[in-house]
């Protein structure tokens, strides 16, 4: 969550998308606080044309918002979260050197507030699609499912639950198949510390059939993740949109650019040379494979009967249920289900 002075963006960018953060501290060599960098910081910037080898000495804010620790008020801090609407408030000790980072998370505990994430924590939900065979990642796959791929000292699917601890969701639900019982013996490391329950498919279900096992829980709400993506997003966002918008199904999707270095051929209706369009760029909105969805439209589904989750989100269309787009940054997306986007992401890892 640090990083010195004379560091360059693009080590920032690392280290932004390392902690999931939108902010990182920027001090000296002796610890001393000196600013605060946002990934907006660093946005704007390269619109104003630096490139990720510039320093960072010339972007970040040199006038933080900071408390020191003889000073330390938690309903302060509170309000100057809400007001400010920062990231992160770093607490110094007398001579300016940082001691701790508060973070908005760590003092809503604090009062009954009316937040999304605190408000929901027991009516919501995380489900984990953990029961494909990962064919793309054989040969590791034989041996090990998917899920269970190394991340550092972990796994994937350790670092997707912590994503989520790490907004207070605690509640979640692991469909297996596929090597059902290795996915059971790694999860029991976790013992009481998430609340988890692993629901194993008699017959492969698809993408989305295995939901009907949800139709009698206790949540209200369910974020669902395929176990092989990564998203660093304020999840508290995602959960604010779905609900302030009254969606019934919310897709999260990530935007991206698609440059064609070839000269396209254009053609008209009857399919006649009309012209070309030299090195043409497109946009896209990928599903990133995170999802929100209200348990009151489990009722579309049936016990142990095969659906992918296109179909389920197809038949919600058809039943005229609102359907939301939570757009993200392409760069807080790592799909880590094949060996090209898996070995790409441990080199930044």
């Not at 908005?104 to 937040?115: A, G, I, T």
């Not at 040969?139 to 994503?163: Q, R, W």
């Not at 993506?229 to 935007?255: E, G």
């Not at 990133?288 to 296109?310: A, C, H, R, S, V």
């Amino acid at each position: 969550m640090q990083i010195l002075e004379n560091s360059n963006i693009r080590q920032a960018m690392k280290i932004l998308n390392k902690f999931a953060s939108k902010t990182i501290i920027v001090i000296n060599n002796k610890n001393k606080l000196i600013g605060t960098l946002s990934d907006g910081d660093i946005r704007r910037s390269v619109i104003r044309g630096f490139d990720l080898e510039s320093s960072i000495k010339n972007i970040y804010n040199k006038k933080p918002i900071y408390m020191y620790d003889n000073e330390i008020d938690k309903k302060k801090l509170r309000k100057i979260f809400l007001k400010k609407k920062i990231h992160l408030i770093p607490i110094v000790n007398k001579k300016k050197r940082l001691v701790k980072i508060f973070h908005l998370e760590d003092v809503l505990d604090f009062d009954d507030l009316n937040y999304k994430i605190k408000e929901y924590s027991k009516k919501l939900g995380v489900v984990i699609m953990a029961g494909g065979k990962g064919i793309r990642m054989q040969p590791y796959t034989k041996i090990f499912p998917k899920p269970l791929l190394p991340m550092g000292e972990d796994t994937v699917i350790d670092l997707i639950v912590s994503k989520f601890l790490n907004f207070k969701i605690n509640n979640f639900y692991i469909t297996t198949n596929y090597k059902h019982q290795v996915i059971n013996n790694h999860f029991k490391k976790y013992k009481s510390n998430i609340n988890y329950k692993l629901i194993k498919e008699d017959k492969k279900l698809g993408t989305a059939g295995s939901l009907a096992y949800l139709k009698n829980s206790d949540e209200d709400l369910f974020f669902i993740s395929n176990c092989d993506v990564v998203i660093s997003q304020n999840y508290n966002d995602i959960l604010n949109f779905h609900t302030k918008n009254k969606n019934d199904f919310t897709i999260v999707a990530s935007r991206k650019s698609i440059n064609f270095p070839y000269g396209v051929c254009l053609l008209n209706d009857k399919k006649k040379f009309e012209g070309f369009k030299e090195k043409p760029n497109y946009n896209f909105l990928l599903n990133t494979g995170l999802y929100l969805i209200n348990k009151k439209e489990l009722k579309f589904l049936k016990k142990n009967q095969k659906l992918d989750m296109d179909d389920l989100i197809l038949r919600l269309k058809k039943k005229k249920k609102k359907i939301g787009i939570f757009q993200i940054n392409h760069d807080n997306w790592q799909d880590l289900g094949s060996w090209k986007n898996y070995n790409n992401h441990i080199k930044n890892y």
